[in-house]
């Protein structure tokens, strides 16, 4: 009987795609796991509340939120085409936000790709992920600032976040307004601490 076709038993097995892990991923975790404790306080009565982000309600950055989310969780594929996803109704809001927390941390774990295509530029995975622990930290203190029961914003946390906050505050100028992701930086004491000087630099008096 004449051998099978296909590739020899005895031979080595065919490499598999290795994940890529990224010190980004490890501030992604804790940036998540922050935001998920904040979330956590959102009751139906604060969804009409202003927010730190100028012209958003609680509810328009909780659906800023949501497209940040799938958007950043399919950045973990190699791209991300910045499309919004159709609407989530506010009631259901939180418990998707929560569930795509978790999916976002799994989905770069695993990602094997060390560029991703941002809306037709390529950046390094690391710079990605970084830049997803900044969005996500900050709007998490928005949310619980809104709310008023969020714990502050960690001082490890924001030391760590500090550099790629600072590389956004001096890129947000060139941005015109309606594309900004944050506001202007304003003025901090010279004794502030990392939290207070990271949300300063992106537009945010945290007290």
Known sequence: ??????????GPEPKRPVAIVEPGVELLE??????????????????????????????????????ALD????????????RSTAPTPVEERIGSLQVKACGLLGAWAAATTPLV???GRPMPVASVSRLAAVEIAVHG????????CGDPLPD?????LMPTALALALEQP???DQHREFG??????????????LLGLLGRVAR
Do not use: K, N
């Not at 956590?40 to 939120?65: G, I």
């Open 30 to 67: 804790r940036a998540l796991s922050y935001t998920r404790g904040t979330l956590a306080t959102v009751r139906t009565e604060h969804l009409c509340s202003p927010t730190p982000c100028t012209r958003w309600r609680l509810a328009d950055l909780l659906a800023h939120m949501e497209d």
């Open 174 to 176: 060139d941005q015109p």
């Open 184 to 197: 202007d930086p304003v003025r901090v004491p010279a004794d502030a601490g990392p939290a207070r000087r």
């Open 117 to 119: 295509d941002v809306g």
């Open 141 to 148: 203190w928005d949310v619980g600032t809104t709310t008023g």
């Open 156 to 160: 490890p946390l924001a030391e760590a």
């Open 71 to 82: 958007a950043f969780s399919e950045g973990a594929t190699g791209a991300i085409d910045l």
């Open 1 to 10: 009987m004449s051998a099978l076709p296909g590739p020899d038993p005895s």
